[in-house]
């Protein structure tokens, strides 16, 4: 594993404790977005992203998050302690979508984060700063030949792939998709994949 690209957004010098959203592109090729670099009570540490864990309604079966006191569907009042709790008693309201599975991986994460935060700060001071963080500020005509097919609108606003790597070979960007009962077919890399 190679971190290719570390972009870094800082935040509002108002805000105690995030530092900076981040996205971290590994070997090229694969890209994990919305790290954030937080100032904890040990010091610096990079926190992965996540989602709001949730849990159903015993009366509709509504999904509602692990902080809600009342229910999204039906209005009934719910358990504030229902969520799971960790060895320090803290409730469990988050689970991370993508993380390290072994120290050695975070460590590296984490520098190369941190590296990229000091450096960011530096640039930040300079005249005609611009954040690199964006991805939706790009036109079509600013772009790789492989990318002008995957191009949309996005909010209103021009988007593109992250970072500016060319497509990997073998992918089919700009092509018309096949047909719903063609689209199931055995890919270049072995694996049957779905398009859809």
Known sequence: MVITEVRIKL???????LLAFCSVTFDNAFVVRDLKLIEGTKGVFVAMPSRKLTDRCGKCGCKNH????????????LDEARATRDADGRAKLHADIAHPIHSRAREEVQGAVVRAYSEEKERAQQPGYVCTYDDFDYDADDLPATYAGVVGEVGGRTARPHGPHPAPKGTHFGKTPAPAAARMTKADDGFATGIG
Do not use: K, T, Y
């Open 66 to 77: 692990l902080r809600a006191r009342f229910c999204n569907g039906c209005g009934l009042r």
């Open 11 to 17: 935040c509002e010098e108002n805000n105690e404790r």
